[in-house]
């Protein structure tokens, strides 16, 4: 009779120093990520304010999904986009700040109101890509 020794088998939660060295990796890489894109952001914001624009007002509006939310979206907001976008131009031309002429104005840099459109209808293309997909021949 062959006797053989069972190998043993590592608890469920141990983990092989493969496996912890890269989750090490994993955190350090999301803590220096986190940290450069809050510096970004803040960045971001600050040469924004200068000129009185919103993140949505630099999207490309000749991308797809971003033009048509542009397209359903509230005219107040199509509007208010084409206002700051003229002044932000003419600010620049004459090099100068918002801040220049309105330095008490509050301003709403990150405000979302495209974005949740621009998400479904991502989502929706996705979607309707995945339904259709064996139509592709």
Do not use: C, W
Not at 61 to 86: C, H, S
């Amino acid at each position: 009779q062959l006797q053989t020794t069972p190998t043993p088998q590592p608890h469920p939660t141990q983990h092989s120093p493969s496996i912890l060295s890269t989750m090490a990796l994993r955190m350090v890489y999301d803590k220096a990520m986190s940290f450069a894109a809050k510096q970004y952001g803040t960045v971001l914001g600050n040469q924004l304010s200068q000129y009185g624009l919103r993140y949505e007002d630099i999207l490309n509006e000749d991308e797809k999904d971003i033009g048509e939310a542009l397209q359903l979206a509230d005219p107040d907001v199509r509007t208010g986009r084409t206002r700051r976008l003229k002044r932000a131009i003419d600010l620049s031309y004459k090099r100068k700040s918002l801040h220049d002429y309105a330095p008490h104005m509050q301003l709403e840099t990150f405000k979302a109101e495209l974005v949740p459109d621009i998400i479904k209808i991502s989502a929706r293309n996705v979607e309707y890509a995945q339904l259709n997909a064996h139509n592709k021949q």
